[in-house]
T-cell receptor
């Protein structure tokens, strides 16, 4: 079954304690991306990756890091989380951009609370 | 800057009413257009997408959208909504130059039985 898997689904942490949210896809997609969803703001792109070892900043990259060492994995790293990073996070993946196969598949989401 | 704007933040309709949700995007070259739906507590699911050809595209659950290039718009429509359509709807634009998939702010649709 084609899917994007995020872990954990829920996480409560304290300010400054490094954390990683994992994302894995089994569709051999080149494109992967992280979004945060906040009420009234929709989904805002944090980082995206066009392929292995190729990453780029989205609209709200501050306070986040990513890596793409393998095609299937795209972890989101918060080196020093702060309360303003409390949000719902989604990972997405897609086939090569601009083709008729382009469609973003989303993970189930990770609800992060930073206290 | 590339951006996507949805006109309505919250729409309340009665069952059987017609629906139209607006979406406009800024110019940025070749684009692909999407509408996603998010039911309460769930992740986003694709309703429909436009790449080329007929500007009127049909999606799942009776939804359709029309791409009007001159107006940079991609409005979502449904002739008769049901209570089960209660959800949040997101318009998204993939700017092929640069590879950014940008979402609108979302429109919350509440359908009263």
């Amino acid at each position: 079954e084609a899917q994007v898997t995020q872990n954990p689904r829920y996480l409560i942490t304290v300010t400054g304690k490094k954390l990683t949210v994992t994302c894995s896809q089994n569709m051999n997609h080149e494109y992967m991306s992280w979004y945060r969803q906040d009420p009234g703001l929709g989904l805002r792109q944090i980082y995206y990756s066009m392929n292995v070892e190729v990453t780029d900043k989205g609209d709200v990259p501050e306070g986040y890091k990513v890596s793409r060492k393998e095609k299937r994995n795209f972890p989101l790293i918060l080196e020093s989380p702060s309360p303003n990073q409390t949000s719902l996070y989604f990972c997405a993946s897609s086939a090569i951009l601009g083709t008729t196969n382009t469609e973003a598949f989303f993970g189930q989401g990770t609800r992060l609370t930073v206290v | 800057a590339q951006s996507v704007s949805q006109h309505n933040h919250h729409v309340i309709l009665s069952e059987a009413a017609s629906l139209e949700l607006g979406c406009n995007y800024s110019y940025g070259g070749t684009v692909n257009l999407f509408w996603y739906v998010q039911y309460p507590g769930q992740h986003l699911q694709l309703l429909l997408k436009y790449f080329s050809g007929d500007p009127l595209v049909k999606g799942i659950k009776g939804f359709e959208a029309e791409f009007i290039k001159s107006k940079f718009s991609f409005n979502l429509r449904k002739p008769s909504v049901q209570w089960s359509d209660t959800a949040e709807y997101f318009c998204a634009v993939l700017y092929n130059q640069g590879g950014k998939l940008i979402f609108g702010q979302g429109t919350e649709l509440s359908v009263k039985p």
